[in-house]
């Protein structure tokens, strides 16, 4: 089955985060790295990172190790999983309340056994 791959991910120097700078309205995300923070992430020195979207059918194979619902933060631009301790966790971009996964792809990163 095909496994659809997003690139444009880029590492930031300023905050060590993965956030996306593919976003149309908002490529340079919020960063908390910044003084004062939510400035721009930065992607110097950054490769270009390419992470697993949507699958056809849904779904990964069953003997593939992988964990599924990472979000894109339309917000901050970074990638980030809703945990039950901290289910928005802690968004960079002033006047937030965490993170958001509105208009997000569900991401899946492949995990070590
Ligand atoms: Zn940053
Ligand atoms: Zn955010």
Known sequence: MPIIAQHKWRWCGQCQGLWYSGATGNPNGACPGTHPAGGAHSKASSGDYALFGETQPAGFPANLLAQQNWHWCSQCG????????SPKGFCPKPGTNGHTEAGSGNYTLLAEP
Do not use: D, Q, R, V
């Open 78 to 85: 970074g990638l980030w999983i809703a945990t039950s301790a």
